[in-house]
C-alpha cells in the first residue's frame, strides 16, 4: 500500500505531531494544502500503526510541565480529560528504612542515625524527611496530572476527528523497508504464525507499507527505532547504557486519605537507595503511584513489584494508602541516556522523534512534555517541505526538523541537562550531589562517572550478597527456584531480612493476581515471540538471569537446560528484559543478549 507518510508508535511525540500536522493539511475552504503524491486530489495520506491493542493502553501516569501541550491546546481545560489535574502541591521525601533490611551505605546509615537523632528539629515525620523546598529544576509548577492512557485517547479522538490523519491500533510494524540507503516505508508484523514465526493456519504475510517519509515514535524499545539503530549505528560519543524500568499502581485511595487532586510526591532512599518513588493524586479519589528502578541498581536479581509493595508499606505513604484499592498496574522501560543517547534523527526518508530520539530530560525528570515538542516541531518542518515541493532527504529534514530541534529549549535543556546523572555510576549520594550541581549551576558543573552495559558492571549473585548469605546456600536457594519455576529475588530477600507482604486482598496482591486483575493482559494468537534470546548456550552459562527477575509480568521464567522460558501470554511490553540481560550479543557487545521484536498485545488498560 502507498500512502504520504507512515507513522510507527501512537504515543505522545506522535500525539504531537499528529496534532500540529492534521490541522494544516487542509485549508479554510477545504481544499488540500498540497495534494497527496499517493492519491492525487486528496490531502497527503497520513497513517499511524500502534502495536497496543487500542489507543492509550499501556502507557502511564505522569506529572509534567505540559509547555508544548498547552501550545497545541491554548484552551486545554483539564477537565475535559479523565483523571487530568493542574499541579498543586509538590514535595520531595528522603525515605529512612523502617524494617532494617536495607542495602545502605556507611555514609547513609550515618546521615540515617543524625535525622532520628535530630528528628525533633527537621521535618521529620513517619520515618522519612521532608525536603524543605523542591529544587527549580524539579518543580513541576503550572504543570498538569495526567493519566497519559487517557490523555492520549483524547488526543486519538482529536487528530481522528479532523478526517485527515488515519489512526490504527493492534498493528505491529516489524521493520523498515530499507532501500539503496534509505528507509522506503515500513513491514507490518506477520499474522497466522506460530511461536517461532513459521507460517501456521490462517497465514497472512505482514503488508508493505511504502511512503515518502516514515515517522519513527515507537518508544526507547520499540524495533523499529532499534533495526535503525542497529543499520546507521549512533553517533560517535553516544550510548544508550542508562535505562530505568518505572512499575506503577493505580489506587482507589481510601475514605480517610485526605489528598487533594493535584498533589505530587516524589521520595528517594527506600526501599533501596538507588529506587525512587512518586505518587501522583488525580480527581476522584485516585492516585498514580511506584517506583523506578535504574539500570546502575547493581543488585544482580533487581525486581520491581516486590519492591514497590516495600515501598508502599513505608509509614509515609502507608497512611494515605492503607484500605485503598488497586485498579489497574502496569510498567515501562525508560530511557536514561537522555540527550547522550540520541540517535541519528533523519536519514533519507525517515525521521525520529520523542523518547526514543534522546529527548528525555535526565535533570527535571521530564519526558512527555519534550517528546511532544519534538513531534510538533516535525510537523512544522514537513508542512515547511510539503509546501515547496521538495522531497524527504537527509539533508532537506536536517534542514527543516533538525535545525528546528537544534533551536528549540528541548535541544537547550537537554544539553543543560546531558551529564545530570553521570555521577549514579559511583553511588547514590554522588549521583544526587552531581545532580545537585548541575541543576544549581545550570549545566556548567557536574560530576563523572561513565555508563557501563550490564555485561560490564553487575555482579554475580555470590558477590553481591558476600558477607550476607553464603555460597552455598545461594546455590541451594537458585535449585530450589528453578525447580519451582520462579524467580530467585524473592528467596534472597527473604533470606537477607526483608518481611512478608501482608496481602490484603484489594491494595496488597500476589504478582500474579495484579496480572489477573490489575493488568488485564491479553495477547491475541497468531504472532511470533517478540522476545528470544539469541545465544542459548549464553543463557545456558549466565548466573543471574537477570531477565527472570527483572520481568515485570512474570513471563520470563526458569526454562529447561538453563535456557528461560517465555510465555507471551504474560508479557506487558515494558522492554525490561532486553537492557537487563547481563550477557552480551554474540556479535555486537553494545547490544544484550535479548532481541525484542514487534509483537502484539499487552496491557488492556487505558489508566497506565
Known amino acids: 500500500m502507498n500512502v504520504d507518510i507512515v507513522c510507527v508508535g501512537f504515543g505522545p511525540a506522535m500525539g504531537g505531531f499528529l496534532t500540529t500536522l492534521s490541522r494544516q493539511l487542509v485549508k479554510e475552504d477545504g481544499t488540500p494544502l498540497v495534494e497527496s503524491a499517493a492519491t492525487p486530489g486528496l490531502p497527503p495520506q497520513v497513517i499511524c500503526y500502534e502495536r497496543a491493542d487500542d489507543i492509550g493502553f499501556g502507557v502511564s501516569g505522569v506529572v509534567t510541565p505540559a509547555r508544548s501541550i498547552k501550545t497545541s491546546f491554548p484552551q486545554l481545560d483539564p477537565a475535559q480529560i479523565p483523571l487530568a489535574a493542574p499541579v498543586k502541591h509538590e514535595k520531595i521525601a528522603y525515605l529512612l ?12 546509615r550515618i546521615a540515617d542515625a543524625l535525622i532520628r537523632a535530630g528528628r525533633w528539629a527537621l521535618p521529620y515525620e513517619h520515618n522519612a524527611l521532608n525536603l524543605p523546598w523542591v529544587p527549580p529544576f524539579l518543580r513541576k509548577h503550572d504543570g498538569l496530572v495526567l493519566s497519559l492512557g487517557q490523555f492520549m485517547q483524547w488526543v486519538g479522538a482529536q487528530v481522528m476527528g479532523s478526517g485527515t490523519v488515519q489512526v490504527w491500533p493492534s498493528m505491529p510494524v516489524a521493520s523498515p523497508l ?37 515517522v519513527i515514535g515507537d518508544g526507547p524499545v520499540g524495533p523499529v527505532g532499534r533495526q535503525l539503530d542497529e543499520k546507521f549505528g549512533l553517533p560517535a560519543g553516544h550510548h544508550q547504557h542508562d535505562w530505568a524500568v518505572g512499575m506503577k499502581f493505580v489506587v482507589d485511595l481510601p475514605p480517610h486519605a485526605d489528598l487533594e487532586p493535584g498533589t505530587v510526591f516524589h521520595t528517594f532512599g527506600y526501599p533501596e537507595p538507588e529506587i525512587f518513588g512518586f505518587m501522583y493524586v488525580h480527581p476522584g479519589r485516585i492516585a498514580s503511584l511506584g517506583i523506578f528502578v535504574p539500570s546502575w541498581f547493581d543488585n544482580p536479581v533487581r525486581t520491581a513489584y516486590r519492591y514497590l509493595q516495600h515501598w508502599m508499606l513505608h509509614p509515609y505513604l502507608w497512611r494515605h494508602l492503607k484500605g485503598g484499592t488497586l485498579r489497574s498496574w502496569g510498567a515501562k522501560s525508560l530511557q536514561e541516556s537522555g540527550r547522550g543517547g540520541e540517535p541519528h534523527l533523519a536519514g533519507d526518508g525517515y525521521v525520529r522523534i520523542g523518547e526514543g530520539s534522546g529527548s528525555t530530560n535526565l535533570l527535571t525528570g521530564s519526558g512527555i512534555d519534550e517528546a511532544w515538542a519534538t513531534g510538533s516541531l516535525l510537523a512544522e518542518g514537513v508542512i515547511e517541505l510539503l509546501q515547496a515541493g521538495q522531497p524527504f532527504t537527509r539533508e532537506n529534514l536536517e534542514q527543516a526538523y533538525v535545525r528546528r530541534r537544534r533551536e528549540s529549549w528541548v535541544e537547550k535543556e537537554g544539553r543543560i541537562a546531558e551529564k545530570a546523572r553521570d555521577g549514579f555510576q559511583r553511588g547514590v549520594v554522588t549521583g544526587l550531589l552531581g545532580m545537585g550541581l548541575t541543576g544549581l549551576s545550570g ?18 549473585v555470590e558477590a553481591y550478597y558476600r558477607g550476607r548469605i553464603p555460597p552455598d546456600e545461594i546455590a541451594r536457594l537458585r535449585a530450589e527456584c528453578t525447580a519451582k519455576g520462579t524467580g530467585l529475588h524473592s528467596a534472597l530477600m527473604d533470606r537477607v531480612g526483608w518481611p512478608t507482604i501482608p496481602f490484603d486482598g484489594k491494595l496488597l496482591v500476589s504478582h500474579q493476581d495484579a496480572l489477573l486483575t490489575g493488568g488485564k493482559v491479553q495477547a491475541p494468537a497468531g504472532y511470533a515471540d517478540h522476545v528470544v534470546f539469541i545465544d542459548e548456550g549464553a543463557c545456558a552459562r549466565c548466573g543471574t538471569k537477570i531477565c527472570i527477575d527483572a520481568c515485570s509480568g512474570q513471563a520470563i521464567t526458569p526454562g529447561p537446560n538453563g535456557v528461560p522460558a517465555f510465555d507471551r501470554e504474560k508479557c506487558i511490553h515494558c522492554g525490561a528484559c532486553l537492557w537487563n540481560c547481563s550477557q552480551p550479543h554474540p556479535t555486537d557487545p ?10 502484539a498485545g499487552g496491557l488492556h488498560s487505558a489508566e497506565n
Open 443 to 460: 549545566g556548567r558543573l557536574h560530576l563523572p562517572g561513565k555508563p557501563l552495559p550490564p555485561h560490564r558492571r553487575v555482579p554475580s
Open 590 to 599: 553494545g547490544r544484550t543478549n535479548v532481541e525484542f521484536r514487534a509483537g
Open 178 to 214: 530499507f532501500e539503496d540507503g534509505k528507509v522506503a516505508g515500513v513491514r507490518l508484523a506477520d499474522q497466522g504464525t506460530d511461536r517461532k514465526g513459521q507460517p501456521a493456519d490462517g497465514f497472512m504475510a505482514g503488508m508493505d507499507i511504502r511512503a515518502a517519509l516514515t
Open 97 to 108: 528504612d523502617p524494617v532494617g533490611a536495607s542495602r545502605r551505605s556507611a555514609s547513609l
